[in-house]
């Protein structure tokens, strides 16, 4: 079995405060993390690759030369190899170009029997970079996974749908996007495996390793444009309202009835 | 390879606002000249926070005719026996962007016996109507619903491609995306037009901050929207929409992915939460004794549903399906009720394009009355009964 998971460093966004007189971001202090749905999908890959009876997975982060400290905890997790795929050429990359550089990169890397991803990354959000990953490598996927076995040649994967839930079956090579269940904690490996994580294969790869085209990838290869990064307007401070219970459903009930929600 | 990001140090002054203004943290001034380190992301926070125009952003430069592709496509999502009401707010928003560019707005219906929503769409604004069905086509699948799609929009040649940024919409947009090889923004919360180009505008960084995005140089303009952020339109009684046949060539075995169970965790009869006007939620305090009876008494009232914060799934006391945050669903209801919730940004994040928000809490220091209109410090099995009984007496009952 042979698992490539994609993880991406983030800042802890739960930890981003913003400045109340300029309305900015604070970034002093913010710790750097692995995206929490991605550290679920190494946890399940190695789940999967010891259910399977062994195997290798390999562990890709794109992103600053920084984003080495996800791949060590992935690998610290239990992941066999890293690959930090860092140059100055794929940044600025938008979902279509982070997704071409990732599948050029797997490619490189082997056959695969499964692809696995967080659904989305917690400061963008999009959830888009696993579908596209997906097509790019004609391969098909299930999105929004939060447990997944698996069956011989299949896997078997429960996916959260709008409507409730759905459980779904392909055949490998698949590639599947993980939500993370409600009970999940996440492990945090002790110093002996971080240690002997910094022992296992980790290399770094470019635009030459990948076999990449300089004008399609990075900032060059993106369809989309970032024109302005900016402070969502600031909300006015709550109204608070006093008295007593009864007092304050009067106030609260003239707003609401005022408001047309009765 | 140049770095595509340039400083001019002629013109840097190193007064240190693009510094403050990065929010990667990949700028300092050493010696009196902004650096960019290698965490930069190119997102151009500091070129537009430089006063001097001292730094510069090498962009791709093509020049493509793309005066050939045009209308406004809305991918219309189908729900339990209708079309689903997102599909209506993406039409209105359409409808709007389309009446700037004097082009007509189009709705794509897949699915199997469909071609009756193709009246209401019309209805609420779609001129003309792809309608695609086939048996295959009655159960959402990622490939056979991308491979429909592409294929028109490869023959057609829209301007503007607008999906819901629903779960199916984000499964679908993207594997669309990629198969025509064109760009995506995802849940945008606004959408307006710009120079005759499509300026979608997102928030990142758990709504932190907010981005303009434009995709300038290929078409179509590909965008998932947040449902329940655009007001959905009047509907306009008896108007038609011209229909046009897509034929589908599909079958069996381009399946790869097969349902072996579907089970449906919403509300029995009752409304979805992110389609939900009003939103009643409860965290830690609701789970003590009948909270969450108590918050359903008052939602039932403002004919609304409970959500609730993660705690409450993890304690069993709520499904995982009404669990709003970074977990669980994002709602943007015209109102939230939010009761013993202390406002982390796990869970402000899944709430916070909710238009009117009420909070109760007994800690007067809790983060979540910064998100909220209307706070009231106090014990919610006291404010929210002598809420609901208020609004009963009001109705006359």
Same mark, same amino acid.
């Given at each position: 079995?042979?698992?490539? +998971?994609?993880?991406?460093?983030?800042?802890?966004?739960?930890?981003?405060?913003?400045?109340?007189?300029?309305?900015?971001?604070?970034?002093?202090?913010?710790?750097?993390?692995?995206?929490?749905?991605?550290?679920?999908?190494?946890?399940?890959?190695?789940?999967?690759?010891?259910?399977?009876?062994?195997?290798?997975?390999?562990?890709?982060?794109?992103?600053?030369?920084?984003?080495?400290?996800?791949?060590?905890?992935?690998?610290?997790?239990?992941?066999?190899?890293?690959?930090?795929?860092?140059?100055?050429?794929?940044?600025?990359?938008?979902?279509?170009?982070?997704?071409?550089?990732?599948?050029?990169?797997?490619?490189?890397?082997?056959?695969?029997?499964? +692809?696995?991803?967080?659904?989305?990354?917690?400061?963008?959000?999009?959830?888009?970079?696993?579908?596209?990953?997906?097509?790019?490598?004609?391969?098909?996927?299930?999105?929004?996974?939060? %447990?997944?076995?698996?069956?011989?040649?299949?896997?078997?994967?429960? %996916?959260?749908?709008?409507?409730?839930?759905?459980?779904?079956?392909?055949?490998?090579?698949?590639?599947?996007?993980?939500?993370?269940?409600?009970?999940?904690?996440?492990?945090?490996?002790?110093?002996?495996?971080?240690?002997?994580?910094?022992? %296992?294969?980790?290399?770094?790869?470019?635009?030459?390793?990948?076999?990449?085209?300089?004008?399609?990838?990075?900032?060059?290869?993106?369809?989309?444009?970032?024109?302005?990064?900016?402070?969502?307007?600031?909300?006015?401070?709550?109204?608070?309202?006093?008295?007593?219970?009864?007092?304050?459903?009067?106030?609260?009930?003239?707003?609401?009835?005022?408001?047309?929600?009765? | 390879?140049?770095?595509?990001?340039?400083?001019?140090?002629? *013109? !840097?002054?190193?007064?240190?606002? !693009?510094?403050?203004?990065?929010?990667?943290?990949?700028v300092t001034v050493v010696d009196k000249k902004a650096a960019i380190d290698?965490?930069?992301?190119?997102?151009?926070?500091?070129?537009?926070? !430089?006063?001097?125009?001292?730094? =510069?952003?090498?962009?791709?430069?093509?020049?493509?005719?793309?005066?050939?592709?045009?209308?406004?496509?809305?991918?219309?999502?189908?729900?339990?026996?209708? /079309?689903?009401?997102?599909?209506?707010?993406?039409?209105? *928003?359409?409808?709007?962007?389309?009446?700037?560019?004097?082009?007509?707005?189009?709705?794509?219906?897949?699915?199997?016996?469909?071609?009756?929503?193709?009246?209401?769409?019309?209805?609420?604004?779609?001129?003309?109507?792809?309608? /695609?069905?086939?048996?295959?086509?009655?159960?959402?699948?990622? #490939?056979?619903?991308?491979?429909?799609?592409?294929?028109?929009?490869? *023959?057609?040649?829209?301007?503007?491609?607008?999906?819901?940024?629903?779960?199916?919409?984000?499964?679908?947009?993207? =594997?669309?995306?990629?198969?025509?090889?064109?760009?995506?923004?995802?849940?945008?919360?606004?959408?307006?037009?710009?120079?005759?180009?499509?300026?979608?505008?997102?928030?990142?960084?758990?709504?932190?901050?907010?981005?303009?995005?434009?995709?300038?140089?290929?078409?179509?303009?590909?965008?998932?929207?947040?449902?329940?952020?655009?007001?959905?339109?009047?509907?306009?009684?008896?108007?038609?929409?011209?229909?046009?046949?897509?034929?589908?060539?599909?079958?069996?075995?381009?399946?790869?992915?097969?349902?072996?169970?579907?089970?449906?965790?919403?509300?029995?009869g009752g409304k979805k939460i992110e389609e939900s006007d009003v939103v009643?939620?409860?965290?830690?305090?609701? !789970?003590?004794?009948?909270?969450?009876?108590?918050?359903?008494?008052?939602?039932?009232? @403002?004919?609304?549903?409970?959500?609730?914060?993660?705690?409450?799934?993890?304690?069993?006391?709520?499904?995982?399906?009404?669990?709003?945050?970074?977990?669980?669903?994002?709602?943007?209801?015209? @109102?939230?009720?939010?009761?013993?919730?202390?406002?982390?940004?796990?869970?402000?994040?899944?709430?916070?394009?909710?238009?009117?928000?009420? /909070?109760?809490?007994?800690?007067?220091?809790?983060?979540?009355?910064?998100?909220?209109?209307?706070?009231?410090?106090? #014990? @919610?099995?006291?404010?929210?009964?002598? @809420?609901?009984?208020?609004?009963?007496?009001? *109705?006359?009952?």
């Open positions: 079995m042979r698992i490539a +998971v994609c993880v991406k460093q983030v800042p802890d966004t739960t930890e981003v405060k913003v400045d109340p007189r300029t309305g900015t971001l604070i970034r002093e202090g913010v710790p750097s993390i692995i995206n929490p749905f991605d550290q679920y999908a190494v946890e399940e890959a190695v789940r999967l690759r010891d259910a399977a009876g062994g195997g290798e997975i390999v562990a890709i982060s794109m992103g600053p030369p920084q984003a080495r400290s996800v791949l060590i905890h992935s690998l610290a997790l239990g992941a066999d190899r890293g690959i930090l795929l860092s140059d100055r050429g794929f940044a600025g990359a938008d979902t279509w170009a982070t997704a071409l550089t990732l599948a050029l990169a797997i490619k490189k890397a082997g056959e695969f029997d499964l +692809v696995l991803c967080g659904m989305q990354a917690i400061d963008g959000d999009t959830a888009q970079v696993g579908p596209e990953l997906a097509q790019l490598l004609g391969i098909p996927q299930i999105t929004c996974v939060d %447990k997944v076995d698996l069956d011989g040649k299949k896997v078997v994967a429960r %996916k959260l749908v709008d409507e409730g839930f759905e459980v779904l079956e392909a055949k490998m090579p698949v590639l599947l996007t993980f939500m993370t269940p409600s009970d999940f904690v996440p492990s945090n490996p002790p110093f002996s495996k971080i240690s002997k994580a910094q022992k %296992k294969p980790l290399e770094t790869w470019g635009i030459k390793e990948v076999d990449g085209d300089p004008e399609k990838l990075g900032l060059k290869g993106s369809f989309t444009t970032v024109t302005k990064v900016y402070s969502p307007p600031r909300r006015e401070k709550a109204v608070m309202l006093e008295g007593s219970p009864e007092e304050i459903a009067r106030k609260l009930a003239d707003i609401l009835g005022k408001e047309g929600f009765f | 390879m140049a770095d595509p990001i340039q400083v001019d140090l002629e *013109k !840097c002054t190193g007064c240190g606002l !693009c510094v403050k203004a990065c929010p990667f943290d990949a290698e965490r930069c992301v190119l997102c151009s926070a500091c070129v537009q926070a !430089c006063p001097t125009e001292a730094i =510069r952003i090498e962009r791709r430069e093509v020049k493509v005719d793309l005066s050939a592709y045009r209308d406004v496509w809305v991918f219309a999502e189908v729900g339990e026996g209708c /079309a689903k009401g997102v599909s209506f707010e993406l039409l209105g *928003k359409a409808s709007e962007l389309a009446k700037e560019l004097k082009q007509q707005v189009c709705a794509v219906l897949l699915g199997h016996e469909v071609r009756r929503y193709a009246d209401i769409l019309a209805e609420n604004g779609a001129g003309r109507v792809f309608v /695609a069905e086939h048996e295959l086509l009655a159960r959402y699948n990622t #490939d056979l619903y991308s491979t429909v799609i592409s294929g028109l929009i490869m *023959k057609h040649r829209p301007n503007i491609v607008l999906f819901p940024a629903t779960k199916l919409g984000r499964d679908l947009a993207p =594997r669309v995306a990629a198969t025509v090889g064109l760009g995506l923004t995802a849940d945008c919360t606004g959408l307006s037009i710009h120079d005759g180009m499509l300026l979608q505008t997102r928030p990142a960084f758990g709504g932190n901050i907010m981005a303009d995005i434009l995709c300038p140089h290929t078409r179509p303009q590909m965008a998932t929207v947040r449902p329940n952020v655009m007001p959905k339109p009047v509907p306009r009684r008896g108007m038609k929409a011209g229909i046009v046949d897509v034929p589908v060539k599909i079958d069996q075995k381009s399946i790869r992915v097969h349902v072996k169970e579907q089970v449906k965790t919403c509300a029995v009643v939620a409860g965290g830690r305090a609701a !789970c003590e004794g009948d909270g969450f009876e108590v918050l359903q008494k008052l939602a039932d009232e @403002l004919n609304g549903v409970v959500g609730a914060s993660r705690v409450a799934i993890d304690m069993n006391r709520k499904p995982k399906s009404v669990q709003v945050g970074q977990s669980g669903i994002t709602v943007s209801p015209k @109102l939230y009720v939010v009761c013993g919730v202390s406002g982390a940004i796990q869970h402000t994040v899944g709430m916070r394009g909710s238009k009117l928000v009420v /909070a109760v809490n007994t800690d007067p220091g809790a983060t979540i009355f910064e998100f909220s209109q209307y706070g009231i410090v106090g #014990d @919610l099995f006291q404010v929210i009964p002598a @809420l609901t009984a208020e609004i009963r007496k009001r *109705k006359g009952r």
